[in-house]
């Protein structure tokens, strides 16, 4: 008589598992913030076994470091793309304009993403080496049509834009926004109106 054997399990093949565990932290984090995210919500999210998220990531901060890191690099190549097709000093402030109105926080969730990390940031100095890494770029990119100072002040003006737009609750103007670039970058063909 033959006997039967057991054949081994055999692993269920899931390529793309590392990358929903990633996309899942990201939704969690934009729905419950970091505090309210861990490795059992992130699992049921994800439709992955939870044993699995050690396997993938052999901590919490690790796993919260290559989530951010992924959203931030998403950020900084909108804003490299945009700045990158900008042919002259106007097309430049237009393109800042553009990433202040259309690429920065173009969702909900990029917003609280955003503050998120600056919060994570703020009380984890290990992160404040993404954050560096974000406006670093930024600045690169916006050198390839500033100078040094105007780039450090446009990107200041870009984030403070964003957030106050983000978070504001009355509407606020494009082209007076395009006007401030304008004037700080130099490339305004009139000058400011004086206080009578």
């Known amino acids: 008589m033959e006997v039967l054997r057991a054949m081994p399990r055999s692993r269920r093949f899931d390529p793309e598992r590392r990358t929903r565990i990633v996309d899942a932290t990201l939704e969690l984090i934009a729905e419950e913030g970091v505090a309210g995210t861990s490795h059992r919500k992130i699992a049921a999210r994800a439709d992955v076994p939870l044993g ?4 993938h990531f052999e901590s919490m901060d690790e796993l919260l470091w ?31 304009a553009g990433i202040i109105y259309e690429d920065v926080f173009a969702t909900r969730q990029d917003l609280v993403l955003t503050l998120e990390l600056y919060a994570l940031a703020a ?4 992160y404040r080496g993404l954050l560096s890494e974000w406006m670093g770029r930024s600045r690169l990119a916006l050198e390839r049509h500033f100078d040094q100072a105007t780039a450090r002040e446009l990107d200041a003006l870009i984030e403070g834009l964003t957030i106050h737009r983000a978070l504001g609750t009355r509407s606020h103007d494009r082209e007076q926004t395009l006007d401030a670039v304008r004037r700080l970058s130099g490339t305004s063909s009139y000058p400011p109106e ?3």
């Not at 699995?52 to 396997?55: D, G, H």
């Not at 009380?123 to 290990?126: F, H, I, L, M, V």
């Open 66 to 96: 290559e989530s951010f890191s992924r959203f931030i690099h998403g950020v900084i190549a909108a804003f490299e793309r945009r700045m990158g097709a900008a042919r002259s000093l106007e097309e430049a402030a237009e393109a800042v």
């Open 194 to 196: 004086r206080e009578q």
């Open 123 to 126: 009380r984890e100095p290990a």
């Open 52 to 55: 699995s998220m050690t396997y």
